[in-house]
């Protein structure tokens, strides 16, 4: 069944059809559809020109009006459907290293086709053709061997690659995203040139390299792509702090997997599509701070305090990049806190129930389960944080207080520092279970802290 996404765009291809322009889907969506993979978006090329189509629907919207690039919007079954209508264009010179300084709009399909990044991406597709004959390599139009490289499972700059990845930098990450999505190779020489541009990666802004690498780490391949951006050298232009885990022995006792690169590998591996972002950059850096702290002990390989290390160079990656407030918090949360499940079995109820507190407390759990899984396998202590945690409802994490500052100033108490080591105490006493009531909680105030 086609999505409402198609039918919108086979709509704007007829109507601009009918109009007397040339108009196909193009890009991913052919890409797409040629791997029988159901497009997320389609996307229109035609030789009309931006201001015809603005002319030509009621409601579009310049996003990219200097590239010729509009939003079309439909109603398709009641559904909101917007649709990318592109002006066939080539582009001018490039002097930022992202964008082109200028483009020219062009009525020529294959003109269009030759300024896209790899031929896989370089495919347009015929509506109509594709309606009337049901034949979905006839109706696709291939000027640059995309066919044939996805059949092969190769991703290849069109054109001099060399000069593709000097143009834009972006493509560079581009490459290996969708290398990584399709268990693709990167076609040598193309690969060749990336090796070559890596260094100047930095001209693409920190935002988008930091979407890209969100992407590749939520796409359940992430595993493939950190191993190709180590390939291709970006990984140490773009994360110097993960290209520092190579050769980071482990004890073997507790790391038979081997050494840091490898073990944070095995964590990328089991990070399943649609992952959350802020956990998949939890498991590319609970264990950052290892390369700091590695220290051959005389007992065996220790990493004191590598946590609060990772901790700072995690931060220190998150302002990098950019990430917002919450993001950051919830990554350095999950860096911060990954050991700890170490000690959960022995955790005194009222830690544990604090420690449950944590917000997005699975996002943890899931953590330290792969974290386990991607070395000595034993789930032991992940199963009765599961199950502890399951088992205790929200209202005895966080229960109603018995004793507050109120309380205890009726009690006759002065506001002042102790407050809190006294609210502190009731409230343990509380989530361990040993007061129930106020006049409990405040006899045992009284108790460790005399009027
Ligand atoms: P995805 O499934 O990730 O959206 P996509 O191929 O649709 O993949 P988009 O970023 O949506 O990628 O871009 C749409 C099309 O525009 C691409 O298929 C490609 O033809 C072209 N394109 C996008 N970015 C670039 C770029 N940086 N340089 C050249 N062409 C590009
Ligand atoms: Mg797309």
């Not at 086979?10 to 109009?19: G, M």
């Amino acid at each position: 069944m086609k999505s409402r996404a198609q039918l919108a765009a086979e709509a704007i291809v007829e109507k601009l059809r009918a109009e007397g322009h040339d108009a196909y889907f193009a890009g991913g969506c052919v890409r797409d559809m040629l791997l029988d993979r159901v497009p997320e978006d389609f996307d229109v090329a035609t030789s009309a020109r931006p201001d015809v189509v603005l002319d030509l629907f009621p409601r579009t919207f310049a996003v990219g009006a200097h590239f010729g690039v509009l939003l079309v919007a439909d109603e398709i079954d009641g559904e909101e459907i917007v649709t990318e209508v592109a002006t066939f264009r080539s582009d001018g010179a490039y002097s930022d290293g992202r964008r082109p300084d200028e483009v020219r709009f062009s009525d020529s399909a294959e003109e269009d086709v030759i300024r896209r990044d790899f031929t896989i991406n370089g495919m347009l597709l015929d509506p109509q053709i594709l309606k009337e004959t049901g034949n979905l390599p006839e109706a696709t139009l291939d000027f640059v061997g995309g066919r044939d490289d996805l059949a092969a499972g190769v991703v290849r700059a069109i054109g001099n690659a060399e000069k593709r990845f000097a143009e834009d930098k972006l493509r560079m990450l581009r490459a290996v995203r969708f290398a990584a999505r399709f268990g693709f190779v990167i076609e040598p020489v193309t690969e060749a040139a990336i090796r070559t541009h890596a260094e100047s990666i930095g001209q693409v802004s920190c935002e988008r390299i930091r979407d890209e690498l969100t992407r590749m780490l939520t796409e359940g391949h992430a595993r493939r792509a950190f191993e190709l951006l180590d390939q291709t050298g970006l990984l140490k232009q773009v994360l110097p702090e993960i290209d520092r885990l190579h050769g980071v022995e482990q004890p073997p006792q507790y790391h038979p997997e081997g050494d840091v690169w490898i073990h944070t590998l095995l964590l990328l591996e089991k990070l399943t599509e649609g992952a959350s972002p802020t956990l998949a950059w939890g498991a590319l850096l609970h264990d950052v701070g290892k390369p700091a702290t590695f220290e051959r002990a005389p007992d065996r390989i220790r990493f004191n305090g590598h946590v609060e290390v990772g901790v700072r160079i995690a931060a220190e990656i998150c302002r990098r990049l950019r990430f917002s407030n919450e993001e950051t918090a919830q990554i350095l949360a999950l860096v911060e806190n990954h050991m700890r499940f170490g000690d959960v079995e022995r955790m005194k109820e009222s830690t544990l129930k604090r420690f449950f507190r944590l917000s997005r407390f699975p996002e943890h759990l899931e953590l330290h389960r792969m974290d386990c899984l991607s070395s000595h396998g034993d789930l032991t202590l992940y199963d009765y944080a599961r199950q502890r945690f399951a088992a205790t409802p929200e209202e005895a994490v966080k229960p109603k207080l018995l004793v507050t500052g109120e309380d205890l100033i009726a009690a006759g108490y002065k506001p002042g520092p102790e407050f809190k080591q006294m609210l502190t105490a009731a409230e343990d006493a509380q989530l361990e279970g040993r007061i129930q009531t106020k006049a409990q909680g405040l006899a045992l105030v009284r108790r460790n802290f005399p009027v």
